[in-house]
Nanobody
Framework: QVQLVESGGGLVQTGGSLRLSCAASGQTFRTYDVGWFRQVPGKEREFVAV????????YYADSVKGRFTISRDNAKNTVYLQMNSLKPEDTAVYSC?????????????????WGQGTQVTVSS
């Protein structure tokens, strides 16, 4: 079992930055793919970024490419999401999730472990 806890959310103005953290406990998630997703009430959960264990490949949603950076520190069992140049449309609850390492794309429904989420609000 892997327990995930997000932190780092908050209120920021347009153009500002936040760094989200996803800390794992219970067992190491070194061999897991870890993704960040976000959701606005009434809308479907949206993929943001993923960092894969195999090959360290990283993928971003087009909407955040060039502004967000995902990274992992295996020694600290933590994955980060650095968010720069934030826009009001980035406002959402951000959640991290983990799944067994793979080389294939997976929607959010195929992730096994989830954090509780952290609110990010970008004011205009």
């Amino acid at each position: 079992q892997v327990q995930l806890v997000e932190s780092g959310g908050g209120l920021v103005q347009t153009g500002g930055s936040l760094r989200l953290s996803c800390a794992a406990s219970g067992q190491t998630f070194r061999t897991y793919d870890v993704g960040w997703f976000r959701q606005v009430p009434g809308k479907e959960r949206e993929f943001v970024a993923v960092i894969r264990w195999i090959g360290g490949r990283i993928y971003y949603a087009d909407s955040v490419k060039g502004r967000f950076t995902i990274s992992r520190d295996n020694a600290k069992n933590t994955v980060y999401l650095q968010m720069n140049s934030l826009k009001p449309e980035d406002t959402a609850v951000y959640s991290c999730a983990a799944r067994t390492a793979s080389t294939t794309w997976a929607p959010w429904s195929e992730y096994d472990y989830w954090g509780q989420g952290t609110q990010v609000t970008v004011s205009s």
